[in-house]
């Protein structure tokens, strides 16, 4: 069986090229077969139009709030039979109606070791407060900020010359091989939450 994965995206999509390159190579047994963003310009529409998958722009201005908005987005997500939605750059914050709609079915990439810097900007607030290791996390979504069950981390050192830009950079290539790597798990029903904590079967 081929695990079908609805991607959500904002910006120039590069953890979405890992995703789609992982499905073609074969490494993992899925397809991603819709991606939805909420920047109308963004690179990853074009990456997945590239790919002959559906690109959908849906506005979150054009709505009343917040809830409104994910009802259209949900779906979007159902009427591709989705089964695994993955946040790729994706820069809203994912609410109840989405949350409700795929119950253990969000995941995220976050360029930090959570529970260290959540939230925007991690790579280089990581830099200035001085860590000697910093990385990537994949992680179930739930209602707070990068605050769901941990999945996969790569640890990334931080080397004496690095500069903000030179540590993300390295971090982006860790979260390329570790976010296909997840998607691969939850494909073959190798991860169980339980509490605070994956288990990998």
């Known amino acids: 069986m081929v695990l079908k994965i609805g991607v959500l995206v904002s910006g120039r999509g ?6 789609m390159n992982a499905c073609d190579e074969g490494r993992i ?6 991606v939805v963003s909420d920047v109308g310009d963004a690179l990853a529409l074009e990456r997945a139009r590239s790919k ?3 690109a959908v722009h849906v506005d979150y201005h054009g709505f009343s709030g917040k809830k409104e908005y994910e009802q259209v987005v949900a779906g979007i997500l159902k009427n591709h039979h989705v ?10 914050i994912v609410g109840s109606t989405l949350l409700d ?6 995941i995220n990439i976050h360029p930090a070791l959570l529970p260290s810097f959540p939230g925007l900007d991690a790579q280089r607030r990581a830099f200035e407060y001085g860590v000697r290791f910093s ?20 640890v990334v050192p931080v080397q004496q010359n690095d500069t903000p830009e030179t540590l993300a950079q390295r971090i982006l290539a ?7 790597e997840a998607i691969g798990l939850f494909a073959g029903g190798k991860l169980k939450i339980e509490g605070r904590k994956v288990l990998l079967g």
Not at 174 to 180: A, D, L, Q, T, W
């Open 14 to 19: 590069s953890n979405l090229q890992a995703i």
């Open 29 to 34: 047994p899925a397809q991603v077969v819709v």
């Open 52 to 54: 002959g998958i559906d």
């Open 83 to 92: 089964e695994l939605v993955c946040l790729a750059g994706y820069m809203r």
């Open 101 to 106: 709609a795929f119950p253990d079915r969000i």
């Open 135 to 154: 990385g990537c996390t994949v992680h179930f979504i739930d209602e707070g900020i990068d605050s769901g069950p941990i999945i996969l981390q790569a």
């Open 174 to 180: 860790e979260e390329h091989r570790i976010y296909p």
